[in-house]
């Protein structure tokens, strides 16, 4: 990120920053509209013109001699192209492709390379409950790396800070998605970068390269939105190839369940980024320990859950109950929900055999299976939990609560 300096050594480096950069916002406002240039444009815009027309005419070249006499296979070597891109994108990690934005001034985005597993992955990580971390915030734009004081906006999760035009001319974040930083970033409800709010992001190589597989042997086409005919058909082929045998009829519900869970705003369909975000937080129950999860959580995280457990532990003896655990495992989302929760809602959640594979959800009220034993869930509840078991167990419910999206990621424990 470069070398922090004092306010004092950069009061010269920020007014000549300032200066710049309110050059560069007046340069903006007052440049004309330009027509969106096409791809080969974009790539190619700090090239000289004819440089860009060369570009152009060999890609027409490229582009005519693969055309089939009946001009049926230059497109459906076009779509593979396209397809491929996608592919490349969401295994290094960027996502999806931005759409409307205008790449001619785009900065450029920073490599992302995926984590990998250490040896002691899986040994219980020692977090103190009595020693708050209280981590500090960076001082300078995690992408220009300038300080600029009240004009950054800090992330919920980690300490970076970014400036709005920053992000904007990253590429990363769309205009209604700047928005929603400028109004919740300060706030109680924070908002996450677009480090935190991909939780993709989290995955290895190896686990990445899993769920690829199983999206191109289903025919899922990254960066689409799915219908729900499409998420039963993607379910249903999982089944039959890790099971061997269809879905029941309950599980289609469940499905359906989960789709709604994913749709919150009844669009009529899942978001790419809400479906890929849940099919990674079901590689990680899948392929991770409860300790492993731990070690994903970041300090301010780990403020969050200590604080959260104190709060509960009311005669302050170390533990709380099964039934105290729920609740806060079930606030982590409440920030996010437009209406409140109840018992009859259908929540999404991750299938309880960890080496099942296939999302599961349900119907959660008094009169499913699920609270069926009275008895035994009364018992269950007064359980106790300890700080240690507590961080443990909701360390996935606190990594699922990472995105700004509104839909529901996993199952909210009741």
């Known amino acids: 990120m470069g070398v922090l300096m004092s306010k004092k050594q950069s009061v010269d480096k920020v007014q000549r920053c300032t200066a710049v950069v309110s050059a560069f916002q007046s340069g903006i406002k007052d440049r004309p509209a330009i027509v969106k240039p096409t791809e ?41 192209s396209v397809n491929q891109e996608a592919w490349s994108r969401l ?25 990998k597993r250490e040896a002691d992955d899986d040994q219980p990580l020692e977090v103190e409950l009595a020693k708050k971390e209280q981590p500090q915030g960076d001082e300078m734009c995690d992408v220009c ?17 970014f400036h709005d035009g920053c992000l904007r001319e990253l590429g990363y974040l769309r205009a209604e998605a700047l928005q929603e930083m400028r109004d919740t970033a ?11 709010d991909n939780l993709n992001l989290l995955l290895t190589e190896e686990e990445m390269y899993s769920l690829m597989e199983t999206f191109k042997q289903c025919k899922i086409i990254p960066e689409s939105c799915l219908v729900s005919d499409e998420l039963l058909q993607y379910h249903h082929f999982v089944s039959k190839q890790q099971f061997d045998k269809d879905l029941t009829d309950e599980q289609e519900e469940e499905v359906l369940a989960q789709f709604a869970a994913l749709d919150p705003d009844k669009k009529g369909h899942v978001e790419w980024s809400d479906f890929l975000y849940f099919e ?24 969050a859950a200590r604080l959260m457990f104190l709060n509960l532990d009311v005669d302050e003896d170390g533990l709380i109950t099964r039934a105290e655990c729920r609740q806060a495992q079930q606030s982590w989302f409440d920030k996010f929900s437009k209406d409140s929760q109840s ?54 419910y606190i990594l699922a609560a990472r995105p700004n999206s509104s839909a529901v990621h996993i199952r909210l424990p009741l």
């Not at 790396?145 to 800070?161: F, G, H, K, M, S």
């Open 145 to 161: 790396e300038v300080w600029t004081a009240d004009d950054l906006y800090p992330c919920r999760i980690c300490t970076r800070v």
């Open 40 to 80: 080969g444009d974009a790539e190619d815009a700090d090239v000289p013109a004819n440089t860009s027309s060369g570009a152009k005419e060999k890609n027409t070249e490229e582009g005519e001699g693969g055309e089939t006499e009946s001009g049926t296979g230059s497109s459906a070597a076009q779509q593979a």
């Open 91 to 115: 295994r290094d990690g960027k996502g999806v492709e931005p759409e409307d934005l205008e790449k001619r001034h785009q900065l450029t985005p920073p490599a992302y390379v995926r984590p």
């Open 186 to 196: 300060h706030t109680v409800t924070g908002w996450s970068c677009y480090y935190c």
């Open 343 to 396: 018992c009859n809602v259908r929540l999404m959640g991750l299938c309880a055999p960890m080496n099942c594979g296939i999302s599961h959800v349900g119907p959660i009220c008094e009169s499913s299976p699920a609270s069926s034993s009275s008895e035994q869930s009364k018992t269950d509840d007064n359980r106790p939990t300890s700080w240690a078991d507590f961080l443990r167990e909701s360390s996935i």
């Open 280 to 303: 990674s937080l079901a590689v990680l129950k899948k392929f991770r320990t409860e300790n492993s999860l731990v070690r994903l959580l970041t300090a301010k995280e780990r403020d």
